[in-house]
């Protein structure tokens, strides 16, 4: 007999009651894919660590393995030739036991491939592998932080900004590490003629690619956002909130390279934002002025006595690489020697 209650619609205090339960599955679902992927991680790991305690058997031992993995569980995947010596690999790059368990096993095997793969220190391999898990990025994502240097542009590259000395502890800190120098817009591509409009309208446009850029907790309020300051409009570029440091962040674009001048007038922002806009709970509200160029002296000296905290930076809009990366990359001699 067919339940005369199928179809019927839901009440707003069943649908409301439905929901939590809906989501109580979801959650618990997402555990049990955690609590299996980390244990094929560390099972990987061990595998790769019971075969480096054995290399003498030889490489033609691992083909075998494989055959016999095959075997005996001829559903179960993962255990290629290739994989048994990635396995390998993760054992002896990965020594760490409060590493493997905190953080290699957070991320998918995909995700640890591509660590192995892309990055020789292992320095560089733990901050990736921590970004990942902290920012949800997808292995495709991650590949592309690597292939544009993140860990140079915001770890390595020195920072031209004066929060250390207008922004309390630990905001500062947390604002200088978040900035990048210099910011990569891959998905612009620069043109003649190109005005600060031109570039705002493709940031804004490609708004998701350009708050992965930016980094973790930016929020998108606005482009050329409308103030008034004494009877007289004025236009911000754009204009975020950022969760993290719980403050209003201003950017302001120029296509040609740093003008001392450009620090005035973002201070004049900053302050018309903490006047009009800034609540309670809110810090002050940060800067950042994007070049395509700068002097780092000029901009240092530019930012001295500002009473407001921002930052100056560049930006890359094409596939060329910029100066300050060129360099620690290998030279067509040093493939050579190789």
């Known amino acids: 007999m067919e339940d005369a209650s199928a179809g019927k619609l839901l009440s707003e205090e069943q649908a409301a009651f439905i929901e ?3 989501q109580e599955i979801r959650t618990a679902q997402h555990r049990a894919l955690r609590q299996v992927n980390q244990e094929m991680i560390l099972l990987y790991w061990n595998i790769g660590r019971m075969l480096n305690e054995h290399v003498a058997y030889g490489n033609q031992f691992i083909e075998q393995l494989a055959r016999e993995v095959r075997s005996s569980f001829p559903s179960l995947r993962g255990f290629s030739v290739r994989n048994l010596r ?46 990942a898990i902290k920012n949800g990025w997808s292995v495709r994502v991650l590949e592309h932080q690597i292939e544009w240097h993140l860990y140079e542009r915001q770890v390595e590259a020195p920072k031209i900004t004066n929060f250390d000395k207008l922004l309390p502890s630990p905001q500062s800190e947390l604002a200088t590490q ?59 570029d754009l204009l975020f909130y950022n969760v993290k440091l719980h403050c209003y962040f201003v950017i302001e674009l ?84 190789l």
């Open 178 to 236: 978040m900035m990048k120098d210099p910011y990569v817009f891959d998905f612009v591509g620069m043109r003649e003629g190109m005005l600060e409009r031109d570039l705002e309208e493709a940031l804004v446009h490609n708004v998701t690619k350009m708050l992965l850029e930016l980094g973790q907790g930016f929020a998108f309020l606005g482009h050329q956002y409308h103030i008034v300051v004494g009877g007289e409009d004025f236009y911000i």
């Open 254 to 337: 120029k296509t040609g390279a740093f003008q001392p001048e450009y620090a005035g007038k973002l201070n004049f922002y900053l302050s018309a934002v903490d006047s009009q806009m800034r609540g309670e709970g809110d810090a002050p509200t940060i800067g950042l002025i994007l070049c395509k160029g700068k002097n780092d002296i000029v901009a240092e000296y530019s930012l001295r006595d500002m009473t407001k905290p921002m930052g100056v930076s560049a930006y890359q809009l094409t596939r060329e690489l910029p100066e300050i990366l060129k360099d620690a990359l290998p030279s067509g001699k040093d493939f050579e020697r």
């Open 20 to 22: 939590p339960i809906k």
């Open 86 to 131: 990635y396995m390998q690999k993760f054992a002896r790059e990965v020594a760490d036991n409060r590493i493997l368990q905190t953080v290699s096993a957070e991320l998918s095997w995909s995700h640890n491939v591509l660590l192995l793969d892309k990055l020789k220190e292992k320095k560089q391999r733990l901050w990736y592998a921590q970004e």
